[in-house]
């Protein structure tokens, strides 16, 4: 099978990139192959379905820009297309006069990439949820809310399909040939190849004789679900994050139809698909991991000793539950009783600097663009992501 060009996995960010290419060049021909059997099996159908507002990233960061930009667009697309959404906005609450600080940072994050946020107080804090616990101030971001994700990722599929982009389910990438790749159900040919693997971004890229310096280090996220009725929080709630790291620390969501989870870990995963037990276990993979883990145990930017023993504490339901705790008032332990599904962050790794990469990453030449590092919040901005996608490989085609 040929195609103009072909990209690979079936995320939303795959399919947001394969409309754009379809929209930027109509008479050309569009494949997207995916390997599981229907779309959003990985992290797009496990996140946590919080639309990002963009104050948590530096200004010069891709994250900065398309995350403000993916908010206000996304939202929109669901308003449009009959999608629920909770417009519940976020508080991001201090726990110690020294947090005051970071929050000050945050503030001045959100001012630069011009996203809107309230510097409020404590009584105003309470008065927008009242069971919230915070320090003198916290931060209100009205255009937080929350979606959900495969709601917003079958729509987006089904316009692909009427749009006359080819969609294969099924189809597992094995390798590259000379005019494109192989799969698990033969070869196709493909004028310009476009990797979005998600957990496989950098096997696939190494294909190509690209991520040198990256591997991805997967990390298992788990969310708490709460069993007090829908309402029972106003707001998400958030603690301030450290950010020297890419996680957000333990915080409420509301998800769109009001009910209340807590979460999620960031726990170390010892293969990539490391979903439940030893489904879709590899030995050859898991090998590499830990070699990979111990390596940074001994050694590494950005602290993961500490960063494990953390997160790996969170596997006890008692503690996750007094982690947050810490941020509203009227926490019961018999409240949180069931794990929901479980999600691996594709987190990239720079394996020379021995650090975790903060931003987006992109390697491409003249044949194919791979899209190494789409974690959190992704998701978010997966309409201007995919719009820059695009106008680098215009770049590339010239």
């Known amino acids: 099978m040929m195609s103009d060009f072909l990209v690979i996995s079936g995320g939303i960010i795959g399919i947001s990139v394969a409309r754009e290419l379809k929209r930027r060049y109509p008479d050309c021909t569009d494949t997207l192959i995916e390997k599981e059997h229907s779309f959003a099996r990985h992290a797009r159908g496990r996140n946590s379905g919080v639309l990002h507002a963009g104050f948590y990233y530096t200004s010069d960061s891709l994250k900065a820009r ?7 667009e996304l939202t929109q697309y669901c308003e449009a297309h009959n999608i629920p959404l909770n417009r519940c906005g976020k508080l991001v609450v201090v726990q110690s006069e020294a947090e005051h600080s970071f929050l000050d940072e945050l503030l001045r994050r959100g001012r630069v990439n011009n996203v809107l ?4 107080d404590e009584r105003t804090a309470h008065e927008i949820e009242s069971r919230a616990v915070t320090l003198w101030r916290a931060i209100f971001s009205p255009t937080t809310s929350s979606v959900d994700p495969i709601a917003v990722v079958r729509s987006m599929e089904a316009e692909a399909r009427n749009e006359s982009s080819a969609i294969h389910y099924g189809t597992g990438y094995l390798g590259r040939t000379s005019d494109g790749v192989r799969t698990t159900v033969g070869n196709f040919h493909a004028g310009y190849i476009v990797n979005a693997a998600g957990l496989y971004a950098d096997h696939v890229a190494q294909s190509f004789g690209f991520s040198e310096h990256y591997r991805i280090l997967p990390f298992k996220g788990l969310y708490l679900y709460s069993e007090e009725p829908p309402g029972s929080l106003r707001t998400h709630i958030y603690p301030v994050p450290d950010l020297r790291h890419p996680f957000l620390g333990v915080h409420f969501i509301v998800a769109v139809d009001g009910h ?4 999620p870990t960031a726990i170390p ?13 590899r030995a050859t993979e898991c090998g590499e991991i830990l070699t990979r883990q111990m390596g ?9 000793v500490r960063l ?13 539950v007094s982690l947050a705790s810490a941020l509203i008032r009227g926490i019961k332990h018999e409240h949180y009783k069931q794990w929901g599904k479980p999600g691996i962050r594709a987190q990239l790794l ?17 044949q194919s663009f791979h899209i190494l590092n789409a974690v959190s919040p992704g998701f978010t901005c997966c309409m201007p992501f995919s719009r820059y996608v695009c106008d680098a490989i215009g770049e590339k085609l010239i």
């Open 66 to 72: 398309f995350t403000r930009d993916g908010n206000a």
């Open 296 to 304: 940074l145990l001994m050694s590494s930017g950005f602290g993961f």
């Open 260 to 263: 209340v989870k807590i979460g």
């Open 117 to 120: 946020l309230e510097d409020i």
């Open 269 to 281: 995963a010892f293969w990539r698909e490391q979903y439940i037990g030893l489904n879709n276990f």
């Open 350 to 366: 720079n394996i020379k600097t021995r650090k975790l990469e903060m931003d987006f990453v992109f390697e491409a030449d003249r």
């Open 308 to 320: 494990a023993w953390k997160e790996l504490r969170k596997y006890s339901r008692k503690h996750m």
